[in-house]
């Protein structure tokens, strides 16, 4: 009962916060344009990315060194602010923005203090200061759209991310730096370092890349059809969090399989006939995302299979399958959203976001049958 009610708190925290988020940006892409929509988008990508290269220490690597009472959390902690004042020097340099910085120091507060409640299996922590970030999102958010314009939504989103100062204030004034633990770990943390980057990398380069080369309007319509692809994956990725834990400590979950890809075949019929039909109702002004969710959803099947295969390899203890098979499906998704995209606009995009998946999910298999 009691694992159950941990997985409960940490599925709360995760479907409740990020049904809460998606509110918010729905709302916010019916009140502005689908180029202000893409170009809010292409700077959270910036801000996201620069998030994750200073970010010595992952989500994962935090987890796995706290619940071992390994006294890390800090370290990461001094390094990451350290490298986060250069990267909001150079940010504000090439787009004289302050925001980005400020949200960048949101992110990274955000991980190191969600990977060390989990570690310490703080599960009410982490579904409390999930649900306050999440909820944060649309007041904050909203306000300083409504009452200062578009442009300031950054800062309201950056500021929802300061209840986790406080967590971050009390971990320096509790531990003690110590370089050592670094030395000692190190391969483990560079390989997760790299794991996560390159996810990241995968995760946010299309925005990166189509803001210059398609415009804000093009990646606005893109961009609203990925957060609708990213709504309905939810349930898939809570399924996964239950997958990995019950899988790497050995139990049978044929079962769980089953209803990941039950699930993943019920929300591409979802994506596919349904949402296109309500998409133009709900949001005019995104034309060009009703086909795109039509052709996007039919990611999900593989990407359901995609979280089964990544639960298998990480129970394992095989992150360098992952890694890799991340950098070959990065390599094949860059090129094709540039092609593809310049052919095609935003359905060549949405099929190089397909074929990208594909790709991942035969990389598993292959690597899953050697």
């Not at 060194?65 to 909001?88: D, N, R």
């Not at 203090?113 to 999440?134: A, D, I, S």
């Amino acid at each position: 009962m009691k694992s159950i009610k941990n997985l409960m708190n940490i599925g709360t925290g995760d479907i409740v916060g990020s049904a809460s988020s998606a509110i918010f940006w729905f709302y916010l892409a019916i009140l502005i344009s689908p180029s202000s929509f893409g170009e809010l988008h292409y700077f959270i990508s910036v801000a996201g990315i620069l998030a994750h290269c200073v970010l010595i220490g992952t989500h994962n690597t935090i987890t796995v060194y706290v619940a071992k009472k390994v006294p890390i959390q800090s370290t990461f902690s001094f390094i990451s602010l350290i490298g986060l004042i250069f990267g909001f020097i150079i940010l504000f340099l090439i787009f004289q923005r302050i925001d980005l910085g400020f949200l960048a120091f949101g992110y990274v507060m955000s991980i190191l203090v969600m990977g060390g409640f989990l570690g310490k299996r703080e599960y009410k922590n982490y579904m409390k200061y999930v649900l306050t970030q999440k909820f944060l999102t649309p007041i904050l958010g909203l306000s300083f759209f409504f009452i200062l314009g578009v442009e300031y939504i950054l800062i309201g989103l950056a500021l929802s991310y300061l209840p986790y100062l406080i967590v971050i204030i009390k971990d320096f004034r509790d531990i003690k730096i110590d370089f050592s633990l670094l030395r000692l770990r190190k391969q483990f943390i560079i390989n997760n370092y790299f794991m996560v980057l390159s996810g990241v990398v995968h995760g946010q380069m299309d925005k990166i890349i189509l803001m210059p080369l398609l415009g804000a309007m093009i990646l606005g319509n893109y961009s609203l059809s990925l957060q609708i692809i990213n709504v309905m994956m939810i349930v898939t990725h809570v399924i996964y969090k239950y997958m990995l834990s019950q899988e790497a400590s050995g139990k049978d979950i044929r079962s769980v399989k089953r209803l990941s890809i039950f699930t993943g075949i019920g929300l591409t019929c979802v994506g596919f006939f349904i949402v296109p039909s309500v998409l133009p109702m709900v949001f005019p002004e995104y034309t060009e995302s009703v086909d795109a969710i039509r052709i996007m959803s039919l990611s999900i099947l593989p990407l359901s299979f995609v979280k089964i295969y990544t639960s298998k390899f990480l129970s394992l203890e095989k992150s360098k399958v992952l890694l890799i098979v991340t950098i070959v499906s990065t390599l094949v998704f860059v090129p094709t959203i540039i092609l593809f995209g310049i052919w095609y606009g935003v359905l060549g995009i949405a099929a190089a976001f397909v074929l990208s998946s594909i790709v991942q999910v035969l990389c598993l298999f292959i690597a899953d049958k050697k």
